[in-house]
Nanobody, 126 residues
Framework: QVQLVESGGGLVQAGGSLRLSCAASGSFSAYARGWFRQAPGKVLEFVAAISWKNGNTYYADSVKGRFTISKDNAKNMIYLQMNSLRPEDTAAYYC????????????????????WGQGTQVTVSS
């Protein structure tokens, strides 16, 4: 049984930093892993993704230059370093894993991901 468990969320002031972690367990071979977020009353939003094999990274325009996704293949973990946080970054952050993508541009689509974590809350105060 595949499990993804996020950690590292919390309350931070605007301009501050947080580092999210996502640990994976169970037998699966990920093609890519990513982070999504959902603020109250809003749809699930792509944040960042990383190719498990070659390490290529992808970011939403809203977080480019502020967030960095990384991975540790040996530990089967991914991370999201979030700097210069803004109140609009407040959301529940979800880790996800995809076995395969239907196209090269699928990394941003939640429908392409097969496994999801329970989420961790990030709150940025102004």
């Amino acid at each position: 049984q595949v499990q993804l468990v996020e950690s590292g969320g919390g309350l931070v002031q605007a301009g501050g930093s947080l580092r999210l972690s996502c640990a994976a367990s169970g037998s699966f071979s990920a093609y890519a892993r990513g982070w999504f977020r959902q603020a109250p009353g809003k749809v699930l939003e792509f944040v960042a993704a990383i190719s498990w094999k070659n390490g290529n990274t992808y970011y939403a325009d809203s977080v480019k230059g502020r967030f960095t996704i990384s991975k540790d293949n040996a530990k089967n973990m991914i991370y999201l370093q979030m700097n210069s946080l803004r109140p609009e970054d407040t959301a529940a952050y979800y880790c996800a894993a995809a076995i395969v993508f239907s196209s090269a541009s699928s990394y941003h689509s939640p429908d392409e991901y097969d496994y999801w974590g329970q989420g961790t809350q990030v709150t940025v105060s102004s």
